[in-house]
Structures are given as C-alpha cells and as structure tokens.
C-alpha cells in the first residue's frame, strides 16, 4: 500500500526558510518520478518540482526556480523540498505526489 506522509511546514516570516520532507512507503522513489505540488487558499493545486529517476534529473516552476531545491534520499526512501527566500505568495499546502497518489499536506504560511 502506498503512503506518503508530508512534515516540516510552518510559519515563516518573509525572507526565511523551510525543509519540508516526505516520507514513502510501499514503493521505491528512486525507480519514479516524484513530485512536489502545492494548493493556496481558494485555488487550484500547482505543480512546483519534480524530480526524475533514474538520471535525479530536477526541473522547477518558473515562481519558485532559484529558491527552491527538490531532492531525494533513496536509501531513507524520503523526499525534501528546501524552499529559500520565501515569499508571502508561497503560502499554501504542499503535497508530495507519484502519480496519483498524495499525502496530506502540510501547511506553509509565510507572514511578516
């Protein structure tokens, strides 16, 4: 059974930073593509990385290239986003998602 289970959200002021990670169990993340997305308060969910197996190959949004980084530890089987320079429109929920399958989220909220 696939599990994904999201941590490391809080609140930030503007400027700061934050490590979310995700935990997976029930198949290998370094055979897939894993992704980060995140949904902000009444709107739609946004793809905001990915990372590609087997080359780690990484690719970005546009609204957060430059300040975030995607990574992976496949022996932990344990997904990161470190997310620099945050900015207020960064707030949201941030889901690790394989395919169809997401966690729960957890909340980012950046606020001076």
């Known amino acids: 059974e696939v599990h994904l289970v999201e941590s490391g959200g809080g609140l930030v002021q503007p400027g700061g930073s934050l490590r979310l990670t995700c935990i997976v169990s029930?198949?290998?993340?370094?055979?897939?593509?894993m992704n980060w997305v995140r949904q902000a308060p009444g709107k739609g969910l946004e793809w905001v990385s990915s990372?590609?197996?087997?080359?780690?190959?990484?690719s970005y949004a546009d609204s957060v290239k430059g300040r975030f980084t995607i990574s992976r530890d496949n022996v932990k089987n344990t997904l990161y986003l470190d997310m620099d320079s945050l900015k207020p429109e960064d707030t949201a929920v941030y889901f690790c998602?394989?395919?169809?399958?997401r966690g729960q989220g957890t909340q980012v909220t950046v606020s001076s």
């Open positions: 029930g198949f290998n993340i370094g055979t897939v593509t």
């Open positions: 990372i590609v197996s087997p080359d780690s190959r990484t």
């Open positions: 998602s394989y395919s169809i399958n």
